[in-house]
């Protein structure tokens, strides 16, 4: 049956950020900001009273972020950080929602802790930087799919509590003016609090590495490979088991030629043909 969806959002923000040097070597950064938000809809596609069908929503929000950084040596800076973010509520406005599906969600609120080290080594030649996190989120907005085949339905509400956390690392290597080799890794756990599930769209690991060469006539060229564990894409419980994106590998390429403010380049994805959900 034909439908009509009318949907309007307004939005206003404030935002700031200073820095204050507590010493030399150590500085304390503060931003702060706050967002009206307000969605109205006019959704017709449910035999159920207009109230129910037409979720508005309008909040106050809130998110900021506290970083201390300090210099270990003109070379290293270890860090720490607090961040409180959000994701403002919605609609779901899919045709064919269950009737046990709510049409709206509220805010999600996180706070994301981190610490880390940045680096550089034989005298700038290497570049690194290692992060800690743990990531808490309040009410979190998951999205879930239902149906098979062309017939399928996709919707977001939220689901309790769940975390994330981890740990991020990169490199890297200028060998010289012409190659440099730049690695990539990083791995994750996540949990919703009130069934213990691992969170779609999650993998465990992912990790690339890639090399660059440049010529000074403006030739250029690089190959990268790029990985991931496998990972659910449904939040669903009913079929997060059949809806499983498979682990891959993947290796890129790519060739040019760059001149003043032109660039050609010739590049390949995926060369080897490896099959996978992504």
């Not at 009318?6 to 923000?13: A, C, G, K, R």
């Not at 700038?124 to 339905?153: K, M, P």
């Not at 309790?160 to 994750?188: C, M, P, Q, V």
Request: charged share 25%; net charge negative; glycine share 8%.
């Amino acid at each position: 049956d034909p439908f009509e969806t009318t949907l309007e959002t307004q939005t206003i923000s404030f935002y700031g950020q200073g820095t204050h040097l507590l010493g030399d070597k150590t500085c304390l950064t503060l931003g702060l900001r706050a967002e009206y938000y307000e969605l109205e809809t006019d959704v017709d596609f449910r035999d159920i009273p207009e109230s129910e069908n037409n979720p508005d929503f309008d909040d106050w929000l809130f998110g900021g972020k506290l970083t201390l950084e300090h210099d270990l040596s003109d070379s290293q800076t270890v860090f720490a950080s607090v961040t409180k973010g959000y994701k403002a509520g919605g609609a779901n406005i899919f045709p064919g929602l269950e009737l046990d599906v709510p049409t709206g969600y509220d805010t999600e609120d996180l706070w994301n802790y981190e610490i880390g080290l940045r680096a550089e080594w034989l005298e700038g030649s290497i570049v690194t930087q290692v992060t800690l996190f743990y990531l808490d989120r309040e009410d979190a907005q998951l999205r879930s799919s239902a149906g098979q085949g062309i017939d399928f339905t996709y919707a977001t509400a939220n689901a309790g509590d769940a975390e994330h956390y981890g740990a991020e690392g990169e490199a890297r290597w200028f060998i010289n003016k012409n190659w440099a080799i730049s690695t990539g890794l990083g791995l994750l756990e996540t949990e919703l609090d009130s069934t213990g599930d691992q969170l779609s769209s999650a993998p465990n690991y992912t990790y690339n590495a890639r090399i660059d060469y440049v010529a000074e006539n403006g030739f250029f060229a690089n190959f990268e490979v790029t990985g991931s564990d496998e990972f659910f894409e449904s939040n669903n419980p009913d079929n997060r088991d059949q809806r499983t994106r498979s682990e891959f590998i993947a290796y890129n390429a790519a060739i040019g030629y760059s001149y003043e403010n032109w660039t050609l380049t010739l590049w390949g994805r995926n060369l080897f043909d490896e099959e996978y959900e992504k």
